[in-house]
């Protein structure tokens, strides 16, 4: 299976900005998907990126417009950069790689259930 590792969570006020970053191993030339998934709690995992592997992306609306996916492929690593910061957006931020079949249009946010591999997750607190 694929090993995700996240880093990159912290504190931060409202409005501001954090970067994450997942580094990948394993077989990642099985992947098809990567995503950003978060999970705040006593609330559902949500997802709020994806992008596939034909470096299509899609977003959330919760997200759409203030957070941007995207990875270096020479060096297995996904990113998310996360621009105007809510008190909303507190969670722990997992991310997720799947290897379904790219033909079956399955990579967005609302599919992120078939993910196959996951991190551990990196929590992220927006706060005054």
């Known amino acids: 299976q694929v090993q995700l590792v996240e880093s990159g969570g912290g504190s931060v006020q409202p409005g501001g900005s954090l970067r994450l970053s997942c580094a990948a191993s394993?077989?990642?030339?099985?992947?098809?998907?990567l995503g950003w998934v978060r999970q705040a709690p006593g609330k559902e995992r949500e997802g709020i990126a994806t992008?596939?592997?034909?470096?299509?992306?899609f977003y959330a609306d919760s997200v759409k417009g203030r957070f941007t996916i995207s990875q270096d492929t020479a060096k297995h690593t996904l990113y998310l950069q996360m621009n105007n910061l809510k008190r909303e957006d507190s969670a722990k931020y997992f991310c997720?790689?799947?290897?379904?079949?790219?033909?079956?249009?399955?990579?967005?946010?609302?599919?992120?259930?078939?993910?196959?591999?996951w991190g551990k997750g990196t929590l992220v607190t927006v706060s005054s």
């Open positions: 997720a790689a799947g290897s379904g079949d790219y033909s079956e249009s399955w990579c967005y946010p609302l599919n992120h259930i078939a993910m196959d591999d």
């Open positions: 394993g077989p990642t030339d099985s992947i098809t998907c």
């Open positions: 992008i596939d592997a034909a470096g299509n992306v």
